[in-house]
Nanobody, 125 residues
């Protein structure tokens, strides 16, 4: 059984940093994309960042580019999201996702078939 377990969320102030972690178990995703999405109250789930497997390319939503960094530890089957210069509009539940359907970078929720339970990030002004 595949599981994605996130950690690292919390309540921070504007300008602070947080690092989210997502550990995968049950299968390896070393050749597949893993990424992060977020969902704020009343809004649809939106793409944040993704990292491919062996090609190790990354892609970011425009709203987080330059502030967030996605990285992977392939030995640990883990993906991270380093978030800096956080803003109140970054407040959301952040979800880790992985896919076994694609090897290229994919950015829509339907292209991911494994999801974590979500971790809350709240940024106060």
């Amino acid at each position: 059984q595949v599981q994605l377990v996130e950690s690292g969320g919390g309540l921070v102030q504007t300008g602070d940093s947080l690092r989210l972690s997502c550990a995968a178990s049950g299968r390896t995703f070393s050749t597949y994309p893993m990424g992060w999405f977020r969902q704020a109250p009343g809004k649809e789930r939106e793409f944040v960042a993704t990292s491919t497997g062996s090609s190790r390319n990354t892609n970011y939503a425009e709203s987080v580019r330059g502030r967030f960094t996605i990285s992977r530890d392939f030995a640990k089957n883990t993906v991270y999201l380093q978030m800096t210069r956080l803003k109140p509009e970054d407040t959301a539940v952040y979800y880790c996702a992985a896919t076994s359907m694609y090897t290229a970078m994919v950015v829509t929720p339907s292209q991911y078939n494994y999801w974590g339970q979500g971790t809350q990030v709240a940024v106060s002004s």
